[in-house]
Each structure stands twice: as structure tokens, then as C-alpha cells.
């Protein structure tokens, strides 16, 4: 927007409809147009020598990147952003800027699995060591400091398994070592945790969830503060990998109605929630508004709500065909990785197979579930059907 010396005064809410859009540049139309591009034209010689125009090349941005870049280092109160065509993409891109050959670097136990299997297939291979740490180890991840530590990753709340962080005590070790750190935000989003106000380097966001929240389109947003925003912005154009033009659009159109889906999928995530913790089948609820979740006291203390993806653990009464029948024959829930989307949707998962700090013993299955836009009473009657399943099967 133009008048950005007001923006500040301003509720997020407001800011996402405002951000990323100049009606006064766009012949009065609210929205933005899509600009697709590789070439730019320079007009004189000295223009294209010193490379004086706003956008050099397709690879270094374009109006539209430029929109979503802007949008999103406001709502995150970072000093800039860089995008990326999937939020595991954004995830290696933090960790291109803060790493080197010879570094040791924290991951913690409950990262996003194809981030684990980054550090371990790539960064590994480029002469990094990767150690992992219980997720609720806190101010004692001093102890795991080596001399050549350079960067401590956080992912809070943790990828299915739900534990919240003590992301103030973290960053405050990091800081007196002068190590970087990196958090994975995506549950949370900048509306519910702004990373960057909490000392955080670097913050990466998966758009693919709430941001694009239509399940029709991959992104990565990366945010860093002043004093890590020039590595970061030279791992970008040094690998220049950048989204599509009509996804940056779609996310930006995203952006409007993102604090209105948040909000709903926070206030149905936590009714089944509820609901489901009430049932007999389910022996744990592991969602961050929970006190049975860990960390739960981080997350009342730091985080300013919570979104619609939470993990159950199931009574160990029930049989691996019991849960196929459950899973099977559902007509509301669907079965897919990925979440953030207007639909529901429900996954099996394990994490006792690839855990090196921590294990993983829940004493029962575990599903995580995604609660979609759906009427909440079909939500609802699906999963009491599915129960009658897992209990005549199992
Ligand atoms: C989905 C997800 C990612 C990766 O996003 P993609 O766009 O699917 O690559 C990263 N981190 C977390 C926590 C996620 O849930």
C-alpha cells in the first residue's frame, strides 16, 4: 500500500488486506495483475551496465514476488523475505544461509521429516554434523554446544508429535554464543507466533498451509531479521529458486481471507478436540491448548492461539484392521499429507522409526488430524462411525 507510515498503527487482520496491493499502480483494480517474466528490457547503456532498473532478471523478482515479499515481512516484523516453491524448499534455504562445511548444527527431535532427511542426505554429505535434541530440552541445549556450532533449528509446535518449545530460553543460549537460529512456523503462522519478536533469526513458513489454504498450491516463505537478512538474501539469488508467478498470486489472494480461516479452524480444531477427548477410543489429545500437551506452558505463555491440526493417541485395545477399516470407509475425512486446506483430512503416523534423541511411545496408534471447513455435526457423526469400525474390526 502507499500509505505505509500508517501500517504500523494497524491490526494484522486489516494488514492482510491491505498488503501487496497498490490500486493507484493498477489502473484503480484492488488487486494486483500477474507479472510472468525472465527478460527486462534496460533502454541505454549505462542503464543495463549498471544495472539500473527495480527488477534486473526474472531470477532476482518481479512486481508480483516482490508483493508477497513485502506483505509477508510485515506480518512477520522481519527486515525481509525470500520465497521459495515449497516450504521444504524454504526450510533448506534457511539452513543454506546459516550453514557451512565444518559447522555442527542442532535439529530438533520432532522436525518435519523430509527436513531431517535434508540435513541428513545433503548437509551431511557437504561436511555438516547434524545432532538431535529432545524438542522440550529448553535452556539445557547449552550443554549440546560445540565450538563449530553455527545453527540451532527449532520447529515448535513439533511435526505430528505436537511438542511446544521454550523458544525465548533457546534463542537466548543461541544469542550468547552468537549461533543462528532457525524456526520452523508453520502451525502457528505469524498471526498466532511472530517468530522474529522473539529474537529468532530466521523464520520459515510452509504458504502450502494457511497462507495458500486451498490445497491447490506449493510455497515457502523465508523471513530473517537485519542482522541475518544479507545471508539469506544471497543463498536466494545464489540458487534462484523462486515459485511460479500465478502461485505467488494465488497466495497473495490467500493472504486476504487468512485471518478468517485461522480463526475458524482454531475454534473447530479445539471442538473436536474436545469432543474427541471426551471419547473412550482416545487415551491422549496432543494439541498445544491442551495441559497434557507438552510444552503446553510455552505455548500459553508465548503463542496468541491455535490452529486446526492436533494428534490423537488411540486406546491399545485397537488393531492395525481395525484402524484400516476406520480409515478406509471415511466420507468426510480423507486421507492425505499436507493440511491448512478448507477440507479434512486424517493420516496415520510413527514417529518410533526415525527419533534418535527422544522415543516415541505412545502406548497406542496415532492419527493426526486436519479439521476442514465442513459442517462440525458431519464432522463429527464421520468419526463416531469410524470409532464403530475400529472397535467391530479390531
Ligand atoms: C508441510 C510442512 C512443510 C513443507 O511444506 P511443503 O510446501 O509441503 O514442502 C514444512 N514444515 C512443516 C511443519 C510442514 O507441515
Known amino acids: 500500500m502507499s500509505k505505509n507510515n500508517t501500517m504500523n498503527n494497524l ?41 539500473n532498473m527495480k527488477f534486473n532478471y526474472g531470477t532476482s523478482g518481479t ?12 506480518l512477520t516484523g522481519a527486515a525481509g523475505t ?10 533448506a534455504l534457511a539452513l543454506f544461509a546459516t550453514t557451512k562445511a565444518g559447522d555442527h548444527i542442532l535439529m530438533p527431535d520432532c522436525a518435519y521429516r523430509p527436513s531431517r532427511n535434508f540435513c541428513h542426505d545433503y548437509l551431511e554429505k557437504y561436511g555438516i554434523t547434524v545432532e538431535y535434541y529432545d524438542p522440550l530440552i529448553g535452556v539445557d541445549i547449552e550443554k549440546l554446544i560445540k565450538q563449530n ?31 543462528k537460529t532457525i524456526i520452523d512456523n508453520t502451525w502457528a503462522t ?51 529458486m523462486l515459485p511460479g508467478a500465478e ?5 497473495l489472494r490467500g493472504l486476504r481471507t487468512m485471518p478468517l480461516r485461522v480463526k475458524e479452524s482454531e475454534k473447530r480444531g479445539l471442538e473436536i478436540a474436545h ?40 486406546s491399545n485395545e485397537f488393531s492395525k484392521k481395525g484402524l484400516a477399516s476406520m480409515l478406509d470407509n471415511f466420507s468426510v475425512f480423507g486421507m492425505g499429507f499436507s493440511w491448512g486446506g478448507f477440507e479434512s483430512l486424517i493420516i496415520p503416523f510413527d514417529c518410533s ?31 463416531d462411525e469410524g470409532f464403530k469400525r475400529l472397535r467391530i474390526n479390531s
Open 190 to 240: 505469524p498471526l498466532y507466533f511472530r517468530a522474529h519478536d522473539f529474537g529468532v533469526d530466521i523464520s520459515v513458513e510452509a504458504g502450502t498451509k494457511y497462507l495458500g489454504g486451498h490445497s491447490d498450491l506449493l510455497l515457502g516463505m523465508v523471513s530473517a531479521n537485519q542482522s541475518t537478512w544479507p545471508a539469506l538474501r544471497k543463498a536466494y539469488d545464489g540458487m534462484a
Open 353 to 383: 522409526d526415525y527419533r534418535t534423541a527422544t522415543k516415541w511411545k505412545p502406548g497406542g496408534l496415532a492419527l493426526r488430524l486436519q479439521i476442514g471447513l465442513e459442517n462440525l455435526d458431519d464432522i463429527k457423526n464421520d468419526l
Open 63 to 74: 512486481p508480483t514476488i516482490e508483493n508477497l515479499e513485502n506483505a509477508w515481512t510485515e
Open 82 to 91: 525470500v520465497l521459495a516453491p515449497s516450504g521444504l524448499g524454504a526450510v
Open 149 to 179: 556450532t553455527s545453527t540451532i533449528f527449532l520447529e515448535s509446535p513439533g511435526s505430528q508429535s505436537f511438542e511446544v518449545q521454550d523458544v525465548p530460553g533457546i534463542v537466548s543460549i543461541a544469542k550468547k554464543y552468537n549461533i
Open 11 to 51: 491490526q494484522i487482520s486489516t494488514k492482510c488486506i491491505q498488503l501487496g496491493r497498490n490500486s493507484n499502480d493498477q489502473y484503480g483494480f484492488v488487486n494486483a495483475p500477474v507479472y510472468r517474466g525472465s527478460t527486462v528490457i534496460y533502454n541505454t547503456l549505462y542503464d543495463i551496465e549498471n544495472r
Open 247 to 251: 502461485d505467488c498470486f494465488l497466495a
Open 275 to 314: 469432543w474427541l477427548k471426551d471419547r473412550s477410543e482416545v487415551t491422549r489429545v496432543l494439541h498445544p491448548a491442551f495441559p497434557e500437551c507438552p510444552g503446553h506452558e510455552y505455548w500459553k505463555r508465548d503463542f496468541k492461539g491455535s490452529t486446526g491440526l492436533f494428534s490423537i493417541i488411540l
